[in-house]
C-alpha cells in the first residue's frame, strides 16, 4: 500500500506541474517578442548580408572542388563530370608477396590512377582462435579426401599452420582491402589504361587478381574515397610482414644509394631521391637541360656543391663562359684561373695513366694515340675558328706534333708519358727544322721533301698566335695549374667579355682536355660541371676528342656534367649524340619546346613529355621547382628544394674589393661551410618544405 500511496501522490505533483506550465504560457501578457537587433553593433548588421553572400560562395566553391557536377553511372564505368573512371577491386593476393610487390604500378607515369589500400588491426586472440579452427579443418579435409584433393588440401593445411605459428610467435594480423581507380579524358583512353592496369597488377611481382566491380561502380568510388565507407566487402586476412611488403611498394619508387646526393624529393611521395652519380655503371656524366628561369642553373649549382661536400676525397671543377657561377666560386673559396691572361695552358700536356687503369685497358689501347688525337682536333677546331682550310697539310702538322713529342722522350711507351710536355713553342721549333732540312723528315719518296718545305712556313705562319707576342701565347708555354691540392677550381672565361663563341669555344675544348689530363693524376673523384655546353657542342672539329673523354672519363673518376638550354645541338652529328648517351644521369627542367620528336629521342612517353613542358620553374612562393630525372632509363619527376645554406652560397654576389681582401673573405667562407656536418644538414633538409630555391638569374 506504502508503494501505491507514493505512485498517486507523484501522479498528482506531475499533473499540477503541466497544468501550470499550460496556463502560464496561456495568460502570459508579454506579446512583444524580444528584438535581437539591439544585442549587435550596427556596423556588423551591415555587413551580416556581404558575409552571407561570401560564405555561401566558398561553400559552392567546395562541392565544385570536391565533388562533381554530375556523374554517369555505366556498368563497369563512370563518368564523373568531364572524367571517365573505372574502379577495379583485389579479389586475391598472392600467399608470399614479395618486398614492394606494387613497385610496378606506382612507377607508371602515362597513366593516371589512384590506388587506395585500408589496412585494419584484427584482434589478436580470435585471429589466433580462427586461424588455428581453419588449420585443423584442412587437416581434417584432406584426410578425408584421396588422390589429388587430398595433397592440395594438405598443402594448405601446412601454409596454414605455418600462419598459426607466426601468429602464436607475435606477428600482427590485419584486415586489408585494395581499391584501384583509373582514370581518362575519354572511354577510349579509360579502356586503354584500364588494360595496363590490370596487366601490372597480375603479372609478377604483384600477382594480384583485379576484378572491374561491375554494377557496382559508385560503391567501388566510395570506397576508393579516403574518407569515404568501406562498402565493397572485399577483404582478406594478412600479417604484418604482407603490410611491410606493400609499404615497400610506396618507398621504393625513389631511390635512395648509400653514398649519393639528394637530388630533390619525389613529387607523389615526398621521399627523397638520392644518386650516387659514381655507382653508374654506363659512366658518370650528367645532362642537365631547363630553358631559362627554370630552376636549372639553381639545380646544377645545388647539386654540385653536395656532390663535392659529400665527401672529403672528392674535387670540384667549373668551367663556364659567362660568369654565371662566378659568386658560387667565390662562397666556396674556389681557386680562380682566368684563362685568357698569362697563366700558361699546355694543349699539348698530356699525363701518365695510372696502373689500375693499364690493367683494365685492352691490348690495343694507346693513351699516346688518343693525345695526338686530341692535340689535332685542338688546332683543326683553331684553323676552322679562322677560317682557314687545313686540307692535306694535316699529315704534316702531326708529323711535326709526333717529333715535338719524341723530342721530349715521349713515346708509345706509356712509361714515358710523366716526362715534360711539349709545347705549342716545340711544335714551332720543329716545322722551322723542316723548312731548312726537310730530307730528315722524309720516310719514302724524295718527292715529299717539296710538300713538307711547302708546308712547313705556311703551318708556321697560321700558327704565329701561340709564339711569343701572339695573342695565344700563353697557350704556348708550360701548364701552370694543377687539380690535386684544390678543392674547388674555378676556370674564368670572364675575359671574353661575356661572350661565347670564336676563342671561347676553343678554350673551353682546351681546359676541358686539360682537366681530363689531370684527372688521371689525382687518386680523388674529380665533379667537373660544364656551364652553357651547347657552345661546344657546335664546333665539329671538337666532337671527336669530346667523344673520346666522354668515354674514357669514368677510368678517371671523373663525373662530367653537361648544362644547357636546349638540346638540338645534341642531335645534329653523330658524335654529339654518342656524347649524350654517356650520360647516365638526363634531368630535364621546364622546357617548352620538348615537343614529341625530342621526347622519342629521350625515350619519354606522353604523360613524361607534357611534365617537362609544364614543369613548375623556381620561385619564392612555393619553394621549389620541378624537374623529371632518369637514372638507368627510369625517369622520376622532383621537386627541388633547398636548405638556408645552400640558397646563401649560391645566391652569393661577388664580393668587390681587392683580390686579397676578397681571397681571405673566400678562404673564410669556404673553411665555414666545410667544417659544417653537412651530412646532417641534409638530413634535416627532408624536414624542410618551405624553403626557398630562387630561378635562374
Wanted: glycine fraction near 6%.
Amino acid at each position: 500500500m506504502n508503494n501505491l500511496h507514493w505512485i498517486a501522490v507523484a501522479c498528482v505533483t506531475g499533473f499540477l506541474g503541466i497544468l501550470s506550465t499550460v496556463l502560464w504560457i496561456k495568460y502570459d501578457r508579454r506579446t512583444e517578442p524580444y528584438d535581437l537587433e539591439h544585442g549587435f553593433d550596427e556596423s556588423f548588421l551591415a555587413t551580416a548580408m556581404d558575409e552571407r553572400v561570401a560564405l555561401r560562395s566558398v561553400a559552392e566553391l567546395q562541392q565544385e572542388t570536391l565533388a562533381p557536377s554530375a556523374i554517369e553511372w555505366e556498368t563497369r564505368a563512370a563518368k564523373v563530370g568531364e572524367q571517365w573512371t573505372s574502379s577495379l577491386t583485389i579479389a586475391g593476393y598472392p600467399d608470399y608477396p614479395a618486398d614492394g610487390y606494387l613497385n610496378d604500378l606506382f612507377n607508371l607515369t602515362d597513366v593516371e590512377f589512384d590506388c587506395t589500400v585500408r589496412l585494419r588491426p584484427l584482434d589478436q586472440e580470435r585471429a589466433r582462435k580462427n586461424l588455428r579452427s581453419t588449420a585443423d579443418d584442412l587437416s581434417i579435409d584432406s584426410d578425408l579426401e584421396e588422390g589429388v584433393r587430398s595433397s592440395y588440401l594438405r598443402t594448405r593445411a601446412q601454409q596454414a599452420a605455418e600462419t598459426y605459428s607466426a601468429v602464436e610467435n607475435g606477428q600482427q594480423v590485419f584486415s586489408q582491402s585494395m581499391v584501384v581507380t583509373v582514370r581518362a579524358e575519354t572511354r577510349e583512353e579509360l579502356d586503354r589504361a584500364v588494360r595496363k592496369i590490370r596487366r601490372k597488377l597480375r603479372d609478377h611481382p604483384a600477382n594480384l587478381t583485379p576484378k572491374t566491380a561491375v554494377g557496382r561502380q559508385d560503391l567501388a568510388l566510395q570506397t576508393a574515397s579516403p574518407l569515404g565507407p568501406a562498402t565493397l566487402g572485399r577483404e582478406a586476412t594478412v600479417l604484418g610482414g604482407a603490410v611491410g611488403a606493400l609499404l615497400a611498394s610506396v618507398h621504393n619508387p625513389t631511390i635512395l644509394e648509400p653514398d649519393g646526393v639528394e637530388v630533390g624529393v619525389h613529387r607523389h611521395n615526398d621521399s627523397p631521391v638520392v644518386i650516387d652519380a659514381f655507382a653508374r655503371d654506363n659512366g658518370y656524366a650528367m645532362f642537365t637541360v631547363g630553358e631559362p628561369g627554370s630552376g636549372k642553373s639553381f639545380g646544377s649549382k645545388q647539386n654540385f656543391l653536395r656532390s663535392i661536400m659529400r665527401s672529403e676525397d672528392r674535387i670540384g671543377v667549373i668551367l663556364e663562359p659567362l660568369n654565371n657561377w662566378a659568386g658560387v666560386a667565390e662562397a666556396l673559396g674556389a681557386q680562380r684561373i682566368t684563362v685568357g691572361g698569362n697563366m700558361g695552358l699546355n694543349p699539348l700536356d698530356i699525363k701518365p695513366t695510372p696502373k689500375h687503369i693499364r690493367r683494365s685497358m685492352s691490348d690495343d689501347a694507346s693513351p699516346f694515340k688518343g693525345k695526338i688525337d686530341d692535340v689535332l682536333s685542338f688546332l683543326m677546331n683553331y684553323f676552322a675558328l679562322r677560317g682557314v682550310t687545313l686540307g692535306d697539310r694535316r699529315t704534316t702538322l702531326e708529323l711535326a706534333v709526333t717529333e715535338a713529342y719524341a723530342r721530349k722522350g715521349i713515346t708509345e711507351e706509356m712509361s714515358t708519358h710523366g716526362k715534360e710536355s711539349p709545347t705549342m713553342r716545340t711544335v714551332l721549333d720543329v716545322l722551322t727544322q723542316m723548312t731548312t732540312t726537310p730530307e730528315s723528315f722524309v720516310i719514302r719518296t724524295n718527292e715529299e721533301t717539296a710538300k713538307i718545305e711547302a708546308d712547313a712556313p705556311w703551318l708556321i705562319d697560321q700558327l704565329r698566335s701561340f709564339a711569343e707576342g701572339g695573342r695565344y701565347e700563353n697557350l704556348g708555354n708550360p701548364t701552370e695549374f694543377d687539380i690535386r691540392d684544390e678543392k674547388v677550381i674555378y676556370l674564368d672565361l670572364g675575359q671574353q667579355e661575356g661572350t661565347v663563341g670564336g676563342s671561347t669555344s676553343l678554350l673551353m675544348q682546351l681546359l676541358i682536355s686539360l682537366v681530363y689530363e689531370r684527372a688521371k693524376e689525382t687518386d680523388k673523384e674529380v665533379v667537373f660541371v660544364i656551364d652553357e655546353a651547347r657552345y661546344i657542342m657546335q664546333d665539329v672539329a671538337s666532337l671527336g676528342f669530346l667523344e673520346t673523354v666522354f668515354r674514357h672519363h669514368r677510368h678517371h673518376d671523373l663525373s662530367i656534367r653537361l648544362v644547357t638550354q636546349t638540346v638540338d645541338e645534341f642531335f645534329q652529328h653523330p658524335e654529339s649524340e654518342a656524347i649524350l648517351d654517356q650520360c647516365a644521369i638526363k634531368q630535364f627542367h621546364r622546357l617548352s619546346g620538348m615537343d614529341e620528336t625530342w621526347a622519342n629521342e629521350f625515350g619519354l612517353n606522353h604523360a613524361q613529355m607534357r611534365f617537362v613542358q609544364n614543369a613548375i620553374p623556381g620561385n619564392d612562393r612555393l619553394g621549389y621547382s620541378e624537374a623529371l630525372i632518369g637514372v638507368d632509363g627510369e625517369w622520376r619527376g622532383i621537386e627541388v628544394r633547398a636548405m638556408e645554406q645552400e640558397t646563401q652560397v649560391i645566391d652569393y654576389e661577388p664580393a668587390a674589393g681587392s683580390e686579397e681582401a676578397i681571397s681571405e673573405q673566400a678562404e673564410l667562407r669556404a673553411d665555414q661551410l666545410l667544417s659544417s656536418d653537412y651530412s646532417s644538414v641534409r638530413k634535416s633538409s627532408l624536414t624542410r618544405p618551405h624553403d626557398t630555391v630562387r630561378s635562374d638569374e
